[in-house]
């Protein structure tokens, strides 16, 4: 802000140029047009904000199950709980809204080692009454898997909404069942039915991708073993069964 002293007669009121001119307590007063600056986010930033909410979201499906959580206890790996753990090994495997099948839903192959469970041959499909698994487990070499109660952990991402006016833009089911009947080294099915992986909701939506892993329980004398996290993408029929 300045002051003329000695103004020219007629000075006007008003802008001029990059200069505001009022007239004050009978003095000129000459006020700096205010400069306009245009507010802008990083895209980059936003694209971090994204792809830490959806990592935070999948770790909070994971950690909903006490067999994944104990999983994730017992890895040794960076970290000082299980949720830090999960977000660090799926953090960077995640885009903006938008997970991959890099992902994982129990600690990956980097992790582990005499802990492991063999798991192979994976396939997924959508049938009219559920998801069908199919996988084949091999014998481990240490300890026996009939001393322990072995679980399927199953997570379906569903993303793509039929509806172009929906709110969500994708969806995570998580799906938990014993196996009561194991062969080693064959291939095994099970059927997780329509109401267990809210297929009315899932219906909503075009695509998803679905993360399988086999647990352990966490038993007094028996840490836990698990398998690497498979995955695979599939189209979710729209048709109500």
């Not at 206890?73 to 809204?97: E, R």
């Not at 026996?144 to 089911?173: C, G, H, R, W």
Request: hydrophobic content about 40%; charged content about 25%; aromatic content about 10%.
């Amino acid at each position: 802000m300045g002051i003329l002293k000695n103004p020219m007669i007629g000075i006007p009121s008003g802008k001029v140029g990059e200069f505001i001119i009022r007239h004050r307590y009978g003095k000129e007063v000459i006020y700096s047009k205010p400069k306009k600056y245009k507010t802008t986010k990083s895209v980059t930033l936003k694209n971090a904000r994204k792809t830490f909410k959806i990592a935070v979201e999948l770790a909070k499906v994971i950690k909903r199950s006490s067999l994944l959580n104990d999983v994730w206890k017992f890895a040794k790996m960076p970290g000082k709980n299980s949720y830090t753990k999960i977000l660090k090994a799926n953090i960077k495997m995640s885009d903006p809204n938008m997970l991959t099948t890099s992902n994982d839903i129990t600690p990956g192959m980097d992790v582990l080692n005499y802990r492991s469970l063999a798991l192979e041959s994976f396939k997924a499909a959508f049938k009219p009454k559920g998801l069908q698994i199919e996988y084949s487990i091999y014998k481990h070499p240490k300890y026996k898997l009939s001393d322990y109660p072995l679980y399927m952990e199953t997570v379906i991402f569903a993303y793509n909404p039929v509806n172009d006016s929906a709110k969500k833009k994708y969806v995570l089911v998580s799906a938990e069942e014993r196996i009561i009947d194991i062969i080693q080294s064959k291939p095994l099915k099970h059927l997780l039915t329509n109401k267990t992986i809210q297929r009315d909701t899932l219906n909503e939506f075009s695509d998803a991708i679905i993360y399988f892993a086999i647990v352990t329980a966490n038993l007094p004398d028996l840490p836990p073993l698990w398998s690497w996290t498979s995955t695979c993408k599939l189209g979710i029929s729209v048709t109500k069964a």
